[in-house]
């Protein structure tokens, strides 16, 4: 079944050229209608996919999940008030997980962008999850060159460190991602897919495919 009209898409087309709070006060019950309830209704039934294999996400509620359209300004030179998206991680802790789970996605007239993996971590689980990987290359080269993963993913993309502790220099000659300072997948597809009935399965798909690789990660960094 489809979960949005296509004045979900509409929606933002105006907005990008209308992103002032006169506009969107105008057209806040249409945001209200077909855009912020359709969404929450959508991100409960992805949850509730999700417990059916997790028992962790049973209690999540779409509102632990959901970021608000509203940006943040405050330091920011575009001070464009809304996001051009919708956008919700679904994790057992919702947008407070600290350990890596789930997939975070974005619904836009651009495209549909799913990521998963690790965008931000702090320096001592960096080193413990640079540690977990250079003793066990084998395993990692394995998650990441899964051919489901391959195609749904390609590879692990983010920033990387020019200088290593001496300790890992010599497995990050065998595996370059070491040098990573994040560790994040992104999954793009057309924004035609927000309408079609196949966006559930499809982030379902997104969701499985990255599990393997966040309990890879989550062995060396999730706090006891």
């Not at 933002?12 to 209200?32: P, Q, T, V």
């Not at 350990?99 to 619904?107: K, M, Q, T």
């Not at 413990?128 to 692990?156: M, P, W, Y």
């Not at 990387?160 to 991602?177: C, F, H, I, M, R």
Request: charged share 30%; proline share 4%.
């Amino acid at each position: 079944m489809t979960h949005f009209k296509q004045d979900f898409l509409q929606f933002f087309m105006e907005l990008a050229a209308n992103n002032n709070k006169d506009w969107f006060d105008l057209n806040r019950k249409r945001y209200e209608e077909n855009v912020k309830k359709p969404f929450a209704e959508f991100v409960t039934k992805l949850i509730d996919k999700v417990a059916k294999s997790d028992q962790r996400y049973k209690d999540l509620s779409a509102s632990d999940c959901i970021f608000r359209i509203n940006r943040d300004i405050r330091f920011a030179k575009d001070k464009t008030p809304y996001k051009l998206f919708m956008s919700a991680v679904i994790a057992p802790n919702g947008r407070k997980s600290d350990s890596v789970h789930g997939i975070y996605f974005e619904l836009s007239p651009e495209s549909v962008r799913v990521y998963g993996g690790i965008y931000e971590i702090d320096k001592e689980r960096l080193q413990l999850l640079r540690e977990g990987i250079a003793n066990d290359l084998q395993a990692f080269e394995k998650v990441i060159s899964d051919k489901k993963f391959v195609a749904t993913f390609g590879e692990i993309l983010g920033e990387k460190n020019k200088v290593l502790p001496q300790e890992l220099k010599e497995a990050a000659g065998k595996q370059p991602l070491i040098f990573n300072k994040q560790f994040y997948v992104l999954a793009e597809f057309p924004a035609s897919l927000v309408i079609s009935d196949k966006l559930m399965d499809t982030l379902m798909e997104c969701y499985s495919t990255i599990v393997p690789l966040e309990q890879f990660f989550n062995q060396f960094i999730v706090r006891k």
